[in-house]
């Protein structure tokens, strides 16, 4: 659920609205997120059971160690922290392992992008078709700056299920730009379980560093790597509140 995104230059359909947008977008990638350290707010809960669970932590993106994170403070249900929380972040970490984000990403290679003339606020609505099931895929639309092309959400149903228990996951993905790169910044869903019902999950990042740019300079929990030892890499620093 890294939300990564990045863009690769093609052709895009002219249709009524905005033919450009697409090329917009395309040019719009800007540099790519290669390092980050964030602090991150993971939440989930099941309607059928009244149950919930929270986690807070430390998450790392390094181009030699890979992705990584570390318990900050939890607490709500044991069962939904292990089986929900933290197997999302574990997911995560594997995908960023085996190179699933690279191969999930918002480009051409991946999906087609439909230009329509449809409007939400000021942005500007394109249509996503995944060009294969996978669970890192979203069959949805992005919504775009118009001025720019630049991406402000991602919203749709996983193109593959997680598991043989769920059904179906529906997502929104929410976007900025933090240093000048485009980040993820929050993630909900809404995921229909076998035997379990409708479960709810977000997740909401506050970027410490972003590809080597440190956001503040005072003291963070964050500043302590993931192995428990002080990181040479990542100077201590204070959260960049996102909203």
Known sequence: MSGIVSA?????????????????????????????????????????????????????????????????????????????????????????????????????????????????????KVTLTPRRKSRMLVDGAMFLRPDDGDLVRVEGTLAGSPSFWTRRVEVTRRYERIAGVRVPVALESVAHVRMVGRSSFRMSYRYLSVNGRTLDVSSEPCAMDIAGVQSSRMPRVAPARVR
């Open 8 to 124: 690769t230059a093609g052709p895009a359909p002219s249709v009524p609205g905005d033919p450009d947008i697409v090329q917009r977008f395309l040019a719009s990638n800007g540099p790519s997120l290669t390092e980050y350290q964030a602090v991150r707010r993971l939440e989930a809960r099941n309607e059928r059971f009244n149950a919930g669970g929270w986690l807070e932590v430390c998450t790392d993106l390094l181009p030699d160690r890979g992705f990584h994170y570390r318990v900050l403070a939890e607490g709500g249900s044991h069962l939904i922290r292990g089986r929900v929380l933290k197997k999302a972040l574990e997911g995560e970490r594997q995908a960023w392992a085996t190179g699933e984000v690279d191969r999930s990403r918002l480009e051409p290679a991946n999906y087609e992008f439909q230009e329509t003339d449809v409007t939400d606020g000021e942005l500007r």
